[in-house]
């Protein structure tokens, strides 16, 4: 089961078909068929103005994003895909916030719909705090086919896990 990490909590149907296709060496022409090429969004002012168009897209009301970077340091394993923060403080008599994410370096060479979740998860943990039914409920109304993007983000990190690098 190690080999499937990524998939914990996923049904014993589902695990089988992944083994299936990890057998027949099958998981990398699946990935492509659905995710042909790597998006090009590969520096930090790239993945901010991309992030920026689907905040401004679905959360223009939400409080503004200030940076958005790739992060080397961050362990898919141990962490997370992405990571947002969202400091407070008081200057003078006012309040002032800032949120922030960051995202997996690995992700610099992934399928842009990868991406796009990702950053979808991070943004609407603006608004929830909490992996409850609001916010799964936010993910789907700014990226309709969230969980399936997750399902195949998953498949994605195994086969990079496995069989390193899908896209050069």
């Known amino acids: 089961m190690e080999q499937l990490r990524y998939l914990h909590g996923y049904s014993p149907n589902i695990l089988e078909k992944v083994r299936f296709l990890l057998e027949q060496e ?3 022409d699946h990935l492509l ?10 520096s930090g002012k790239a993945l901010y103005q991309y992030a920026m ?9 939400a409080k503004p994003l200030v940076k958005v970077v790739y992060n080397d340091k961050i362990d898919t394993i141990k962490n997370a895909l992405g990571l947002h923060t969202y ?7 006012k309040l002032r916030s800032k949120n922030e ?4 370096s690995v992700f610099k060479k992934a399928p842009e719909p990868f991406l ?19 916010f799964y409920q936010l993910c789907e109304h700014m990226e309709p086919e969230y969980h399936q993007l997750e399902f ?17």
Request: proline share 3%.
């Open 26 to 28: 099958k998981l990398a």
């Open 33 to 42: 068929q659905r995710y042909p090429k790597a998006h090009d969004i590969r």
């Open 53 to 61: 168009d689907l905040k401004n897209t679905y959360m223009r009301k």
């Open 87 to 93: 400091v407070s403080r008081v200057q003078g008599n």
């Open 101 to 104: 994410i960051q995202i997996a």
């Open 116 to 134: 796009r979740m990702i950053l979808v998860h991070e943004l609407a943990h603006f608004k929830e705090k909490d992996h409850n039914k609001a």
């Open 152 to 168: 195949d983000l998953r498949l994605y990190l195994t086969h990079l896990d496995l069989a390193g690098p899908l896209y050069s």
